[in-house]
T-cell receptor, first 110, second 114 residues
Framework: SQQGEEDPQALSIQEGENATMNCSYK?????LQWYRQNSGRGLVHLIL?????REKHSGRLRVTLDTSKKSSSLLITASRAADTASYFC??????????FGDGTTLTVKP | KAGVTQTPRYLIKTRGQQVTLSCSPI?????VSWYQQTPGQGLQFLFE???????NKGNFPGRFSGRQFSNSRSEMNVSTLELGDSALYLC?????????????FGPGTRLTVT
C-alpha cells in the first residue's frame, strides 16, 4: 500500500473558490512534497516541506504539515481553470525512494 | 536549462517482446528514478540510479531492469512484456536522489502492450 493517501479522491469547485486537499502517511518522514500532474503528462513539483517545518507558502499555494498527526494539507486559493489537474503528495523517508499517494483529482469549473 | 526528456513518447508492443525506454536528466543531475503509473496501482517506484549505480529498487519483477551511463542518461528495459505492463513510465532527475528532495519529471513514455 502507498505511504501517502490523499483525500478527497476527487474535488470539483468553481473558479475563484479555494481548494483544500489532504495527505496522510504512516511512518515518520524527512520531508513531504506536493506535485501536480496534468492529464497523462509528467509531474510538476509544487512545494517541499521539511519535517521540522509547519507551514510553507508559494504564490497561491499553502502547505501545512502536522507530524504528530502524520498529515499534510495543500490549499490552493482563488482557483483557476488552469489548476485543473491531479495533485499528489510524496513522502520522503531519506536514503530511499519517494512514495506517492493515489492523488486528488481537482476540477475547477470556469 | 533543458528539462528531463524521455524517448520515445509513445510505444506499442506485443506480448512477449522487450522494450527499452530512455531518459535524459537535467544537466548536472546525477540521480535518475523511474516510476510506473497505472490507473489501478497509481505511481509506483521502479528503481533509482545515481552515478551509474542502482541505489534503490522497488517491488517489481526481474523483467524490469535499468542502467545509467557516465553522462547520467538512463535506460529502462522491460523483457517478456505482459499486458499488465501497459502504463505511463516516468523518469525523474534530481541533484540528491529520490527520497532526498525535489525531483524533476519528464513527460513520460506511454507504453501499450497488445
Amino acid at each position: 500500500s502507498q505511504q501517502g493517501e490523499e483525500d478527497p479522491q476527487a474535488l470539483s469547485i468553481q473558479e475563484g473558490e479555494n481548494a483544500t486537499m489532504n495527505c496522510s502517511y504512516k511512518t515518520s518522514i524527512n520531508n513531504l512534497q506536493w506535485y501536480r500532474q496534468n492529464s497523462g503528462r509528467g509531474l510538476v513539483h509544487l512545494i517541499l516541506i521539511r519535517s521540522n517545518e509547519r507551514e510553507k507558502h508559494s504564490g497561491r499555494l499553502r502547505v501545512t504539515l502536522d507530524t504528530s498527526k502524520k498529515s499534510s494539507s495543500l490549499l490552493i486559493t482563488a482557483s483557476r481553470a488552469a489548476d485543473t489537474a491531479s495533485y499528489f503528495c510524496a513522502t520522503d523517508r531519506g536514503a530511499g525512494k519517494s512514495t506517492f499517494g493515489d492523488g486528488t483529482t481537482l476540477t475547477v469549473k470556469p | 536549462k533543458a528539462g528531463v526528456t524521455q524517448t520515445p513518447r509513445y510505444l506499442i508492443k506485443t506480448r512477449g517482446q522487450q522494450v527499452t525506454l530512455s531518459c535524459s536528466p537535467i544537466s548536472g543531475h546525477r540521480s535518475v528514478s523511474w516510476y510506473q503509473q497505472t490507473p489501478g496501482q497509481g505511481l509506483q517506484f521502479l528503481f533509482e540510479y545515481f552515478s551509474e549505480t542502482q541505489r534503490n529498487k522497488g517491488n517489481f519483477p526481474g523483467r524490469f531492469s535499468g542502467r545509467q551511463f557516465s553522462n547520467s542518461r538512463s535506460e529502462m528495459n522491460v523483457s517478456t512484456l505482459e499486458l499488465g505492463d501497459s502504463a505511463l513510465y516516468l523518469c525523474a532527475s534530481s541533484l540528491e536522489g529520490s527520497g532526498r528532495g525535489e525531483q524533476y519529471f519528464g513527460p513520460g513514455t506511454r507504453l501499450t502492450v497488445t
